[in-house]
């Protein structure tokens, strides 16, 4: 490796970065290409020859940076992925050079101190003790995964790591909860069709009356509670269960009680907001995603877990070529003896770098202004008769409907799709419709440091004025009489 080449392109390549995160904003969000064309653009064969860093960086800039969605523009507010902070990217490009491999102490000192460290930061935001332990994983799936693992095993007393399920056992959910809990609950093996998902009330919180009633319908069939799964920062809306009633409920039917706070984790650095996510620390364990809401870059998911005791009932193996024998006073903290995966991305080298650059009051504020808007987006759309909000948020998530008359749900459901269609071929916005309680809505959710409350006002005006259009042309076709 020529390292003057190296030295060369890299510089040009931070120059560059700076320019793009500076510049992002006049860009196009989303490119106006079919898959087929960037199919074709990279249906290339393994490449025999070389290409210098330079003419890398020429085909990178040529056929990737136009095709990206930029994640980073301030009109993004889609799916959670948050415009990345600046320190935790360069944290990033020093991890892969470093190459860390946070799996086994020999493989990263500093490296496993380091993370030890970010999670003992996350859970003193949750408000465990010093008893509590925890992974940084590959994102709030994983954890979740993690999360159900733990329950199966502790309220199996530690039997099901052996010796498989002995009983029909029993999840608890509310209908708002996130994809991963239905795969979670599948690859620890309780089973999708033994995952209860509970009707919400009106603010979308999961109806205590309908969770008792279920457990109790379930233990009259001779059916057996596992895990109790509290949402705290639903997906669609940011919606928060009751967690000291789960947790009570949890105790009572002595089972396991995780909280998936993937994207309401960021909460706990709210300011403006405080007390949201209470009882928090009641659960057993907690799904955090700094790469949601704490602005890393991709990936950094947590499970966080008040008793480590668990992790290592639930994980614990030493195979002989993995086992330290350097380490005679077992002083080194072996991550793949209290955790799922082996070889670990050093992750925690973003976060703590973003904490200690910005610390966490100005992290706690970016999260503040992305409430903000949402809440003045409500205000905006309740204003308007045209538009109806799902609730008031208490995050950052919030779902509008837009009222025609005349139309059906299928006719509904066909504007709203049409219309996030038209808006993302713009390239000014970017936000996915949702369904809930049988009905499709726009979902909007900043977590975008650079976004304002004026961009929330231009995104209002263009939304109404395509849902209009939209109409408009539905109305006049032939299919839809009024
Ligand atoms: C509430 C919730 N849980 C879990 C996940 C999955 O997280 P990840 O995409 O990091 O795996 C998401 C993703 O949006 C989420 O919103």
């Not at 620890?188 to 509970?198: C, M, S, T």
């Not at 998936?260 to 300011?271: C, I, K, N, R």
């Not at 907690?286 to 809401?293: A, E, F, L, R």
Request: net charge negative.
């Amino acid at each position: 490796m020529q390292y003057e080449q190296f030295r060369h392109a890299g510089h040009y390549l931070v120059d560059f970065i700076a320019d793009y995160l500076q510049n992002v904003h006049n860009k196009p969000l989303f490119p106006d290409v079919q898959p087929a064309y960037l199919h074709e653009l990279f249906d290339e064969a393994l490449p025999e020859e070389q290409l210098s860093l330079q003419e890398l960086q020429q085909q990178l800039e040529e056929k990737l940076l136009p095709n990206c969605t930029h994640v980073s523009h301030p009109g993004y507010m889609g799916l959670i992925t948050p415009s990345p902070n600046p320190a935790g990217i360069l944290a990033d490009f020093l991890a892969s050079a470093l190459n860390q491999n946070l799996g086994a102490y020999s493989i990263g000192p500093a490296a496993t101190a380091m993370e030890l460290r970010v999670i003992r930061w996350l859970n003193d935001l949750i408000g465990y003790d010093e008893k509590a332990g925890g992974n940084l994983t590959s994102g709030g799936m994983t954890a979740n995964f993690i999360g159900l693992k733990l329950a199966r095993d502790f309220t199996s007393k530690d039997k099901a790591q052996y010796e498989g399920l002995d009983k029909q056992w029993i999840a608890y959910v509310s209908e708002e909860r996130h994809v991963s809990i239905d795969k979670a609950v599948d690859a620890v093996g309780i089973g999708r069709e033994n995952l209860r998902a509970l009707p919400t009330d009106d603010e979308f919180k999961i109806r205590i009356d309908a969770l008792e009633k279920a457990i109790e319908n379930d233990k009259r069939n001779g059916l057996h509670p596992i895990c109790i799964i509290g949402l705290a920062g639903t997906t669609n809306l940011g919606a928060v269960d009751d967690l000291v009633a789960l947790h009570k409920i949890a105790q009572r039917e002595n089972c396991w009680m995780h909280v998936d706070a993937a994207y309401g984790g960021g909460m706990l650095l709210s300011e403006k907001n405080p007390g949201l996510m209470n009882g928090l620390q009641l659960a057993d364990s907690v799904t955090i995603d700094p790469h949601k809401w704490f602005y890393a870059p991709l990936d950094a998911g947590a499970i966080l877990v008040k008793d480590h005791k668990r992790l290592t009932a639930s994980f614990g193996m030493e195979p002989a070529y993995l086992t330290d024998q350097t380490d005679q006073k077992k002083d080194r903290y072996q991550f793949y003896v209290h955790g799922f995966e082996q070889s670990k991305r050093f992750r925690s080298l973003k976060v703590w770098c973003s904490f200690h650059h910005y610390g966490k009051k100005q992290i706690g504020e970016w999260i503040d202004n992305n409430v903000e808007q949402a809440k003045y987006l409500h205000e905006v759309a309740s204003a308007d008769d045209h538009f109806i909000s799902a609730t008031s948020p208490v995050m950052s998530a919030i779902c509008l409907r837009y009222k025609a008359e005349g139309l059906n749900d299928q006719q509904l459901k066909q504007l709203h799709h049409e219309v996030a269609t038209r808006i993302e071929k713009g390239g000014q916005f970017w936000f996915a419709t949702t369904a809930m309680k049988g009905k499709t809505w726009f979902r909007i959710n900043p977590v975008n440091i650079h976004t304002t409350l004026a961009h929330m006002s231009n995104l209002f005006q263009l939304l109404k004025q395509t849902c209009e259009e939209v109409y408009e042309e539905m109305t006049k076709s032939t299919q839809v009489k009024i």
